[in-house]
């Protein structure tokens, strides 16, 4: 089978486990430092803070600003259920917005505008499918109407304009992502102060971790902050230090994939749309394209499976899960739903080969003939 994402894992991810557990040393500690260093220069930022997942990132990231009760802070509802978790998190109420239009999945500007009250405390935008949001205009929203902006980069690592839009940036290396440590995430944070509150936060508050007591002698420490266990171990961040030399190489791979699809897809394919149609930063990391109005979505896929490939949906809307349907009854997104009822997302990563996307879309487009059979009315 053909998955939609597959982890990339070679001698250089077992040895390094290996000297982890060689070391002696399994929780956080040096690997952790250094991946955190590596990362940064990556994204061409002064530091980064390592974290168990891009949820904690995005909890540490709102709990650190100071958003709480009483505020509300925009998301789109195109995006992971923990993008709008991370804001009931701390208390604050998500405000969903829609997306512009399928040609570009992106949280809408003007309804993000429109949605605003003297609540409105940040945004939270999510850079789908690896596709950049426009940097200047959600800057200068954000100035205009005083709200925090924040980065969901669980799509976009290894790009350094990721982690520039405004406060900070969350990133995920779950593993389906462009890089993975199995579990875990990062930060990146323009201000040192909010660095230097999130990364107390990450470990309970304390003003000094294990590591920091063992080489210091001091066994005492405080707690001055309200924090919790986010904490990265030394396994995975000797496996991210791994993955992250390998990611530039894996991006470039990602992109010219995806510019395959689309070429393949605009011969074979025509009725099937592929967003982002314009030349678009990205870190490429999914493929999602949008079938046409009548097809049965659930037929296709099923098509698809049985000549070995494996699809799925990026994203049931997060405002249409039965725990958001209760708490938001009469949320209406026409765009972000329409969009959702007739997207797929198709495989890409970079263990693939030209060929992988062949057999793709030739089953794409067959599949496609046997919904609308050449004389039948679609
Ligand atoms: C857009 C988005 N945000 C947040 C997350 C949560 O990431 P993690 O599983 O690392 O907590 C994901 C994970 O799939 C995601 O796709």
Redesign the pocket.
């Given at each position: 089978m053909l998955l939609v994402s597959e982890p990339a894992f070679g001698a250089e991810e077992k040895a390094a486990l290996a000297a982890v557990i060689d070391s002696g040393w399994v929780t956080m500690g040096d690997q952790v430092r250094e991946f955190e260093q590596a990362f940064a220069r990556m994204h061409e930022a002064e530091d980064s803070i390592a974290v168990?997942?891009?949820?904690?990132?995005?909890h540490l990231i709102l709990h650190a600003l100071g958003i709480g009760p009483g505020d509300e802070v925009l998301v789109p509802s195109l995006?992971?259920?923990?993008?709008a978790n991370?804001v009931l998190y701390v208390g604050a109420r998500p405000v969903f917005v829609d997306i512009g239009s399928a040609e570009v999945p992106l949280m809408s500007l003007d309804e993000a505008e429109a949605k605003c009250t003297a609540r409105t405390k940040a945004v939270i935008m999510?850079?789908?499918a690896g596709y950049l949001a426009h940097r200047d205009a959600w800057q200068s929203f954000a100035r205009r109407k005083g709200l925090l902006l924040i980065e969901?980069?669980?799509?976009a690592p290894g790009l350094p304009e990721v982690g520039t839009f405004g406060e900070a940036a969350?990133?995920?290396?779950?593993g389906?992502?462009n890089m993975t440590t199995a579990?875990?995430?990062a930060i990146i944070a323009r201000s040192r102060t909010l660095r230097e509150t999130i990364r107390q936060a990450r470990s309970h508050g304390m003003t000094s971790s294990t590591r920091q007591r063992l080489v210091s002698r001091r066994p005492d420490y405080d707690v001055t902050i309200l924090g919790f266990n986010y904490r990265m171990d030394e396994l995975r961040a000797a496996l991210g230090l791994a993955q992250l030399k390998k990611l530039p190489e894996w991006n470039d791979i990602r992109r010219n994939l995806s510019l395959s699809y689309r070429q393949l897809i605009a011969e074979h394919c025509p009725s099937v749309m592929v967003p982002f149609e314009a030349p678009w930063r990205s870190a490429h990391?999914l493929m999602p394209v949008v079938l046409p109005i009548a097809s049965n979505r659930q037929r296709i896929i099923d098509r698809l499976r049985k000549r070995g490939v494996q699809t799925t949906i990026?994203?049931p809307p997060v405002h249409r899960l039965m725990f958001y349907r209760d708490l938001y009854p009469d949320a209406s997104l026409p765009r972000t739903e329409e969009f959702s009822r007739r997207e797929l997302t198709l495989p890409l990563h970079p263990r693939m080969v030209q060929s992988d996307v062949e057999l793709v879309v030739n089953s794409l487009a067959a599949a496609l003939g046997a919904e609308f059979p050449v004389g039948a009315v679609a």
């Open positions: 168990g997942s891009c949820t904690a990132a995005l995006t992971f259920v923990a993008t991370s999510v850079h789908f969901d980069a669980a799509h969350a990133f995920s290396f779950y389906n992502k579990e875990g995430g990391h990026h994203y």
